[in-house]
């Protein structure tokens, strides 16, 4: 138990500089495109953003999911076997009470799953079991060997501290070192070490500062404790050498780490976590406010706020997400930038989306079978609408347990119906070829549609209409045919529907998975 936890104390520090460096990723496209002649060397890249298709991995290690997703992925390979013969189940189960569910007529019913006469080995989930992950290019080491391998290198040049960088990024704690947590500790304390000594060195070089200051916030959100003080006189003097932008940019990614600390804290109470990360959130859209006013923010900055708003917001109450959602709107919809445009009407209707509970949801889905589904036509029974993509290994990963809760209690009177992100893909296809989900799917083709759209807030796609801003995402509609939740995830899911269709009696290996979310 201690070795896990040390792991997930790991995984939650490198998850940390994905949320806290959001903003900071924008630096190493400017340091890039100055460098285009090492790049092969720097292996500082930029995160890819996609407004729609967001895995938030980065939220992740600030939600109490985390556990969850590492046990699942670890989990994969053992269930998949079990996620196959349910699959197979489910469409025994589901071709016996087709009759019953509501649509058109009998001839439409029959294009949506396999043929009779199709090996049931066809109707499984094979194509969405995720291999766990494994990164290329890591070297995991001992804390003893640590010191020889991080020793600064005697060329001072750019190039020398850029290999440098990417050796240092390439350093992981072998399993002895994970084991022990001060060895973790310390083994952590060294890496940002280092980096801040490298960033010192290249703040020296002219044209090295964009890179400097990425090297020197990298060391900081790693150890914020030991280099946040140090951190607090960089933006000065960086003002005083005129570099203004870089000097505000700092500003923006300490107001990140404030608001990253604030999540992780353990010694604040809701309520105050709440108010301070509020309060942070805030600061951070005024600091981008006041970028634009001084011709220092661009476009990457407002997008990267964007995505670091959505992540916090997993960590805010309802009605605080809205209030940032609508205090950062307008500024991202009066940019010339078509994404940053589609980010602020998917706020404003992810905040008319959170105000639905207790309405009934009007409006058509078209399914890829050519079937017009309304909400309003499950009226007795339960309908989960849930947004995912075949890009996403959380919300595939979810689909497995999602399909199991569907083949117990569809009979008693729960209806899903899937919209796929993203749009038409090869592994879409290829899902839906092999009869991979009971349920009608609904493809959203919004990132498509935005590129080519003039107004963006005209489309009139599901994940624009509802204001989708993460994937997966779940709403619920009751047997009223009213909202029940605009957001829910699998275990708030699995008690609504055991209070409503009584108790769900899983599988030896869905409990396991269950209990560990």
């Given at each position: 138990m201690k070795h896990q936890n040390n792991i997930q104390t790991y995984v939650a520090a490198a998850l940390m500089l994905a949320v806290c460096g959001l903003v900071l990723n924008g630096f190493s496209q400017t340091a890039h495109a100055q460098r285009n002649a090492r790049a092969a060397k720097n292996t500082q890249q930029t995160a890819q953003k996609q407004p729609v298709k967001q895995e938030t991995p980065a939220p992740q290690d600030i939600m109490p999911e985390l556990d969850a997703l590492e046990e699942t992925l670890r989990a994969a390979e053992d269930t998949a076997v079990e996620v196959a013969e349910q699959a197979a189940a489910a469409a025994e189960k589901v071709a016996d009470t087709d009759a019953d569910a509501p649509g058109p007529d009998e001839?439409?019913?029959?294009?949506?799953?396999?043929?009779?006469?199709?090996?049931?080995?066809?109707?499984?989930?094979?194509?969405?079991v995720i291999v766990p992950f494994e990164m290329e290019g890591v070297r995991r080491i001992s804390l003893a060997e640590l010191d020889a391998a991080i020793k600064l290198p005697e060329e001072n040049t750019a190039d020398a501290l850029l290999e440098f960088l990417a050796t240092l990024?390439?350093?992981?704690?072998?399993?002895?070192?994970?084991?022990?947590?001060?060895?973790?500790?310390?083994?952590?304390?060294?890496?940002?070490?280092?980096?801040?000594?490298?960033?010192?060195?290249?703040?020296?070089?002219?044209?090295?500062?964009?890179?400097?200051?990425?090297?020197l916030l990298g060391a900081v959100f790693q150890e914020p404790e030991t280099y946040m003080k140090?951190?607090?006189?960089?933006?000065?003097?960086?003002?005083?050498?005129?570099?203004?932008?870089?000097?505000?940019?700092v500003e923006g990614n300490l107001l990140q780490l404030e608001a990253s600390l604030i999540i992780q804290k353990n010694t604040k109470t809701d309520a105050e976590k709440q108010k301070l990360l509020v309060g942070t959130c805030a600061s951070l859209i005024s600091h981008v406010k006041k970028g634009l006013a001084a011709k220092l923010a661009e476009n990457d900055d407002i997008l990267m706020l964007a995505i670091s708003l959505i992540a916090y917001g997993e960590s805010l109450s309802t009605e605080s997400k809205c209030t940032l959602y609508m205090q950062f709107a307008p500024l991202a919809k009066t940019s010339e930038d078509g994404q940053l445009q589609l980010f602020g009407v998917l706020m404003e209707r992810a905040v008319a989306r959170y105000r639905m509970a207790g309405k009934p949801l009007n409006m058509a889905f078209q399914t890829i079978s050519g079937k017009t589904v309304k909400p309003k036509d499950f009226v007795g029974k339960t309908l989960a609408i849930y947004f995912w993509s075949p890009?996403?290994?959380?919300?595939?990963?979810?689909?497995?347990?999602?399909?199991?809760?569907?083949?117990?209690?569809?009979?008693?009177?729960?209806?899903?119906?899937?919209?796929?992100?993203?749009?038409?893909?090869?592994?879409?296809?290829?899902?839906?070829?092999?009869?991979?989900?009971?349920?009608?799917?609904?493809?959203?083709?919004?990132?498509?549609?935005?590129?080519?759209?003039e107004d963006v807030a005209k489309l009139d796609t599901p994940a624009v209409k509802l204001g989708v801003l993460e994937c997966p995402t779940m709403m619920l509609v009751g047997t009223d045919g009213k909202v029940v939740a605009a957001e829910m995830n699998l275990l708030e899911l699995l008690a609504y529907l055991e209070k409503e269709y009584g108790a769900y009696e899983p599988a030896e290996e869905d409990a396991d998975l269950l209990e560990e979310k």
């Open positions: 001839n439409d019913a029959v294009d949506a799953g396999p043929e009779e006469d199709e090996d049931e080995d066809d109707y499984v989930l094979e194509e969405i990024e390439s350093l992981e704690p072998e399993d002895e070192t994970l084991e022990d947590e001060k060895s973790l500790e310390a083994f952590l304390a060294k890496i940002a070490a280092a980096k801040w000594d490298a960033g010192m060195r290249l703040l020296e070089m002219d044209d090295e500062r964009t890179l400097a200051v990425q090297t140090k951190i607090n006189t960089l933006s000065k003097l960086l003002r005083d050498r005129g570099e203004s932008r870089l000097a505000w940019q890009e996403n290994d959380i919300s595939l990963r979810e689909l497995s347990l999602l399909l199991k809760f569907y083949v117990f209690y569809h009979e008693k009177g729960l209806e899903v119906l899937g919209v796929a992100l993203g749009g038409q893909s090869d592994e879409l296809d290829a899902l839906l070829e092999d009869g991979a989900f009971p349920w009608e799917t609904v493809v959203d083709d919004t990132t498509e549609a935005a590129a080519e759209a």
